[in-house]
């Protein structure tokens, strides 16, 4: 994820200081992982030295002072840009739960039990995310990100749905070779 | 009707063997739903998932083993009863919400009420209460056919839970929906039961839906396979 464009796209909305932007960021991607506050700076730093951003002036607000930062018409052109621009469809083929099938195939280990216990997780973190995303007062962020990754998992879980039931003949090729 | 020991499950299975025909749907299945516990059922296309829910509701009888209700074994109680309990104790939705075409909706939702010996008024004014849960108070006097899907599926939600039963049994609800008003209808369902204590027997294909439960049955070839175990350990 580039969280230099994302840092882009808090400012669109108006000048802001780096702690606001953390704020901010872990409200609408509550299911990210939060920014760090270094992580923050420098990006916000790297985004001046490239012109997308500029300094704004200094917000004191009865606490420290703090430097506020607002896109550039460069900035804001590179946002429209990589807002707009198409991400490669993902094959996502080197997955670790691919992988550990075949290994397990291939050491002579139990596939089935592997795929059964990993279905039940996965059921188990789909029922969590059901339920933020369902709890009175959920807002859209939090319902848009949960419903991505529950899309997610669900599609790992039809997968492994698939697999299992060809576990029988997928076992006979990789023995093969 | 209330289990006598609040440990015991609500509706128990033991065994169930049913075939169609020379066809076993059931080859020996168990299960257990607690008092206000969403029990999801899943597996694939021919795994015994309805014939589980049909036994399980009474509309059919199975083949072998024993059905408990409030610690009662129903299986094999006569059909009046059976069909008394249905009608009290009982709510059914189905994939196609299987409404009256030729009544309004709040007249098919008012219908269980007035099975059950209920004044007119008052059904009516139940039925409606219960449409406005579901968010379809607005299209009471439209017939089935002038619903949406997911409209009309929120219509018969309303039908099942109208009498208050203890126990809806659920067969695909959201399986002719698209994926957001099957969630919709998913999360009114979930709410109300929840809401009321009830317990909901839920069959169907689908990951997301079924994460709307509690726990997980797997269903294939008519057998349990496993039961979505949340003590497997993950690692971080």
Redesign the interface.
């Given at each position: 994820m580039s969280t230099r464009h994302i840092l882009l796209g808090l400012l669109a909305a108006g000048p802001s200081h780096g702690y606001d932007l953390k704020r901010r960021h872990d409200e609408r991607f509550p299911q990210a992982r939060p920014l760090a506050y270094g992580q923050v700076y420098t990006t916000l730093q790297r985004l001046v030295r490239d012109r997308l951003a500029e300094v704004d002036g200094t917000d004191a607000d009865g606490g420290p002072e703090r430097t506020l930062y607002r896109a550039t018409e460069e900035g804001a052109a590179e946002l429209a840009r990589w807002s707009a621009e198409i991400a490669p469809p993902a094959p996502f083929v080197a997955n670790e739960i691919f992988a550990k099938v075949v290994v397990a195939i291939l050491a002579g280990g139990d596939p089935e039990r592997y795929l059964r216990e990993q279905r039940a997780a996965h059921m188990a973190r789909m029922r969590d995310l059901t339920a933020v995303k369902t709890a009175p007062g959920a807002d859209l962020s939090t319902v848009l990100s949960a419903d991505y990754a529950l899309t997610h998992l669900d599609a790992d879980l039809r997968w492994m749905t698939t697999t299992a039931a060809r576990l029988t003949s997928l076992t006979a090729e990789v023995d093969h070779r | 009707m209330t289990a006598d020991n609040s440990t015991a499950p609500l509706l128990a299975a033991r065994g169930l063997v049913k075939a169609h025909g020379r066809t076993e749907a059931l080859r020996g299945v168990s299960v257990e739903l607690a008092a206000g516990e969403i029990l999801a059922v899943t597996g694939?296309s021919g795994s015994g998932k309805s014939t589980l829910l049909h036994c399980l509701a009474g509309i059919v009888r199975p083949d072998r083993g024993a059905i408990t209700y409030g610690g009662e074994r129903i299986d094999q109680l006569p059909e009046a009863r059976l069909s008394e309990l249905r009608r009290t104790e009982f709510g059914v939705v189905f994939q196609f919400g299987q409404l009256i075409p030729e009544l309004t909706a709040l007249d098919n939702v008012a219908l269980p009420l007035l099975l059950a010996g209920r004044g007119r008024t008052e059904a009516r004014a139940s039925a409606g209460e219960w449409l406005e849960r579901f968010g379809v108070r607005g299209q009471q006097e439209l017939r089935p056919g002038e619903l949406s899907g997911g409209q009309a599926q929120r219509v018969a939600l309303a039908r099942a839970l109208v009498t208050g039963p203890e126990v809806v049994f659920a067969d695909e609800p959201t399986g002719a929906l698209d994926s957001l008003a099957g969630e919709q209808v998913m999360?009114a369902l979930?709410?109300a039961a929840r809401e009321s204590g009830t317990s909901v027997l839920l069959i169907t294909h689908d990951?997301?839906i079924?994460?709307?439960?509690?726990r997980?049955v797997i269903l294939r070839d008519g057998a349990e396979?496993?039961e979505?175990?949340?003590a497997?350990e993950?690692s971080r």
């Open positions: - | 694939p999360t979930a709410h990951a997301r079924a994460a709307y439960a509690d997980e396979v496993a979505g175990a949340d497997v993950v």
